[in-house]
């Protein structure tokens, strides 16, 4: 086999090994119908099997209650921005949103097009260091619904415990640490997520969808762009991404065998862990730009003591076989993904580069 790079790209990112080989052996011809599953209808029987198992699979593994819809949507995490407020924000009602990075920005920005909108809370004056403290979430009955972005990519924190929100429907955006570890999802009445982290390559967006929210959803809306078309159609009204499903399908496997998402959990933390402890172990030559208590088990966002030496702990890493150890270019420093599928060896060997690159340069 081929050596295997230290991935820690953001997304799309790292898959599992065990997953893409089992791809490739069955990528010319897929359960001996002498054509590539990519090859097929989406209304063949043999794609029709890939599509449920996927559904059934998710459900399961999530613990997806049976009230909720599992939708396979394009158009990315992004588009999902647009969807929720134009099927669920109405002239009479207030979105509140939870600022908490740039992608909750991004999510407010499109629901500001179709109505009224709220803060529920922000940390953009801590440089989105934290997530906001359960009791500083505001938001009132009357409220279409509260979002929230579970797991902030680029500046590396994450929501440890989620707002109860009674009536008023809490969505959030999953997109990277969905799969990471247990959630309730029956707190919420929407969780969305681009596929390209933890469950599959791009292409793919998932939605879980309470399915009273459908029947309260706005009608005088495009046909793609309604959720009811999608969940009435078991996400095939049109050509889904036939082979980014298939590859989710192969990935919820691997999750499942790996035992599951509180065994993905504990691997998830010992993973961050060997990289926090090589930050907080620096004595200050490397610092950490999430606080202790909001830190992400999927992002770990640093820098280094200087910006000359940060250039050089770069390019240093590169060399050494680390890929996508830069910032994400709005904020810079450093970040390193450490999804799912990114294996315990890979963060262990960063780590110990840290401690060497730190000998060597202080
Ligand atoms: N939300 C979050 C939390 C993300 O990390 C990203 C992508 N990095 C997006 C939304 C946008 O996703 P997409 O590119 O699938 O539209």
């Known amino acids: 086999t081929t050596k295997r790079a ?77 969807m929720i407020p134009m099927n669920f924000l109405t002239p009479e009602t207030t979105a509140s949103y939870v600022l908490t990075g740039s992608w909750s920005e991004k999510a407010l920005k ?27 979430i505001k938001f009132n009955d009357t409220d279409a619904y509260v979002h929230i972005t579970s797991n902030n990519t680029i500046y590396g924190t994450q929501w440890k415990e989620f707002p109860t929100t009674g009536e008023v429907t809490l969505v959030a955006d999953m997109s990277s640490d969905i799969l ?44 793609m762009l309604k959720y009811t078309t999608h969940a009435d159609a078991n996400s095939l009204y049109n050509t889904p991404p036939t082979f980014g499903i298939y590859m989710l399908g192969e990935v919820l496997k691997w999750v499942e065998n790996k035992g599951g998402l509180e065994a993905i959990e504990k691997q998830n933390e010992e993973k961050a ?6 930050i907080d172990n620096s004595n200050g030559f490397y610092y950490g730009h999430a606080t202790p208590e909001s830190r992400s088990l999927m992002n770990i966002t640093f820098r ?52 060497e690159f730190q000998k060597n340069n202080q």
């Open 6 to 82: 230290y991935n820690f790209n953001a997304g799309p990112s790292a898959l599992p090994l065990e997953v893409l080989e089992k791809a490739q052996q069955e990528l010319v011809n897929f359960n001996n119908t002498g054509m590539a599953l990519m090859e097929m209808s989406h209304r063949s029987k043999d794609y029709e099997a890939v599509h449920n198992d996927a559904v059934a699979r998710l459900k399961a593994l999530f613990s997806i209650p049976d009230n909720y819809e599992v939708l396979f949507l394009q158009g990315g995490a992004s588009l999902q921005f647009t």
């Open 180 to 223: 990471s570890r247990p959630v309730d999802v029956s707190k919420f009445g929407i969780i969305y997520a681009g596929a390209q982290k933890n469950l599959g390559p791009s292409g793919v967006t998932v939605v879980i969808i309470r399915k009273d929210l459908l029947e309260k959803a706005n009608t005088n809306i495009p046909t």
């Open 273 to 278: 862990k060997v990289i926090y402890d090589a």
């Open 110 to 136: 499109e629901a500001k097009l179709f109505g009224q909108t709220a803060q529920a809370a922000s940390t953009k004056e801590n440089n989105y260091r934290n997530i906001p403290s359960l009791e500083e």
């Open 304 to 355: 280094v003591t200087d910006e000359e030496l940060e250039k050089k702990f770069l390019a240093e890493a590169k060399e050494a076989g680390f890929v996508g150890l830069n910032g994400h270019r709005s904020v810079g420093g450093c970040r390193a993904s450490t999804y799912n599928a990114v294996p315990f060896e890979a963060c262990q060997a960063l780590a110990n580069f840290m401690v």
